[in-house]
């Protein structure tokens, strides 16, 4: 493909996914294939010789988009939002198009500053601590990690490190696989199963703290077991907070919970992901009271600020201990004074794309009130949703609804929400995930499309009302043939 194809291919490929999204409401939201469908449908082998454009695009048709889950459908109730907007889709264009690596700032000066500048723009809008900007010349600012997982994982890693050195301090004869196995961290039972996975692969112990009647982590619980540990020689050293669990969108009371973890020198980190994108509307920002707490802070714009995946955010007020070895290829005499433009001290990888032009593009092109505006109509939406069912006593709300998330289920057993989910998902209308809660199976439903309206809604709401309806019956049915 050279120059001249490319340019007549990508308008094509434009007007594809132009269309895609226009018509994907009327698309089957969850696909009706099972699990193996792809490989009898494509050769065993890459070809030997070139196939022409043509082919392959005719083979997405045949064998992509059957078995795609239409994520920006407004259908799409499932997980939590994955929002993205053709300011992204051309940003990640252009990124692709530029094909930079970046790493230290010399390897793309554009890349590593845009990145650091477009980090203080969304801690801004956030309104964070000025410790948590790299403007400030002080020891904070931001990076770009791909998920919520990766941000987790960085800053258990931070603090670990940041620990060992401490106790060598005091202790220089002790060593770090001592030390490091006496270490242990603290979360949320109802936390993302991405911070134990942080644990485990940061090879230490944690221990997952119970909840109030709200889903929420308090100050007395935390206390107390950090207490515990330490008495029986263990150093407590992580904790982290989330808020906007993913269950059910519950939040720790962090303005309790960071005294504590600062008086205990535990390093505190807040896993936002979703839930974090909304405090950039003042009605919402005081759920974040207590970030001058923490040590590190993550959201997802992926999530809810129109941004395509994959692009999370983690802002840090302190980066020591991230700067690690540097070999002789990657050294520049051009090297920036703020280590924050050397992202690859930052995460596991050392090579990164150039994601902060989505940020950019999305930033400017909505603007800050634009951007508060779908975060505000989501949860509008989500509010009407739960009271259509309030409204009907054959159901329950399960949680408090805060965002965009409704978790909610039919009075009755576990067995017949089961058979109401498993109706819903072989329809392949809509699409929505369970969760546990209390020990209960629970139905959750999250505005999640960009193009969701009010009617997608109340046509949700209808479906899962006549299959809730049938299933009734078919129960009160059976119950009077036994009796």
């Not at 002080?138 to 940041?162: C, D, H, N, W, Y």
């Not at 504590?260 to 535990?266: H, P």
Request: proline share 5%; aromatic share 10%; net charge negative.
């Amino acid at each position: 493909m050279d120059a001249a194809e490319f340019r007549r291919r990508g308008k094509e490929m434009v007007d594809f996914v132009a269309d895609y999204q226009e018509n994907i409401e009327h698309r089957r939201v969850y696909p009706d294939v099972e699990p193996g469908y792809l490989r009898s449908m494509i050769p065993s082998e890459a070809p030997l010789e070139p196939e022409s454009y043509e082919d392959v695009l005719r083979d997405v048709d045949r064998v992509i988009m059957p078995g795609v889950t239409h994520w920006l459908s407004p259908h799409f109730y499932a997980y939590y939002a994955n929002s993205t907007s053709f300011p992204s889709i051309l940003a990640d264009l252009l990124s692709s198009g530029i094909g930079t690596i970046g790493f230290t700032w010399a390897a793309n000066p554009a890349c590593s500053e845009l990145e650091t500048v477009m980090l203080d723009w969304l801690g801004k809008m956030l309104q964070l601590p000025e410790d948590f900007l790299s403007e400030t010349q002080g020891q904070g600012g931001g990076v770009i990690q791909g998920t919520a997982s990766e941000a987790t994982l960085m800053a258990l890693l931070s603090a670990r490190l940041k620990t060992v050195k401490c106790v060598q301090e005091s202790d220089p004869q002790r060593s770090e696989a001592d030390i490091i196995s006496k270490l242990i961290a603290y979360t949320s039972e109802e936390a993302h199963s991405s911070v134990e996975k942080a644990s485990i692969i940061g090879g230490v112990v944690i221990r997952m703290v119970p909840t109030d009647e709200h889903f929420s982590v308090r100050a007395e619980t935390l206390e107390k077991m950090v207490a515990e540990d330490k008495a029986t020689g263990y150093i407590p050293f992580f904790f982290c907070a989330t808020l906007g669990t993913t269950p059910c969108c519950a939040f720790d009371k962090i303005d309790e919970l960071g005294p504590i973890c600062n008086a205990e020198n535990i390093w505190m980190h807040i896993d936002a992901a979703y839930a974090g994108c909304a405090f950039i509307c003042p009605e919402f920002r005081p759920l974040l009271n207590g970030v001058e707490f923490a040590d590190s802070f993550s959201i997802n714009p992926n999530k809810f600020l129109l941004v395509g995946f994959d692009c999370s955010a983690i802002m840090m007020w302190v980066l020591k201990g991230f700067y690690f070895f540097l070999p002789l290829h990657l050294f520049s005499t051009s090297l920036s004074p703020h280590l924050s433009s050397d992202s690859q001290h930052w995460g596991i990888p050392m090579a990164r794309r150039f994601r902060s032009l989505k940020l950019w593009f999305v930033f400017r092109m909505y603007g800050l009130r634009g951007l508060q505006a779908f975060i505000r109509k989501h949860v509008e939406l989500a509010k009407t949703f739960e009271n259509l069912v309030r409204g009907d006593n054959n159901f329950e709300i399960c949680a408090e609804v805060v965002m965009g998330l409704v978790c909610f289920r039919l009075k009755g057993s576990d067995e017949l929400n089961k058979a109401l989910l498993k109706q819903i998902t072989r329809t392949g209308k809509i699409y929505l995930v369970p969760c546990k809660l209390r020990g209960r199976f629970v139905l959750r439903f999250v505005v999640c499309g960009r193009t969701t309206e009010l009617r997608h809604i109340q046509e949700a709401w209808k479906h899962i009302t006549e299959l809730s309806s049938e299933l009734l019956q078919n129960l009160f049915d059976h119950e009077g043939k036994e009796n």
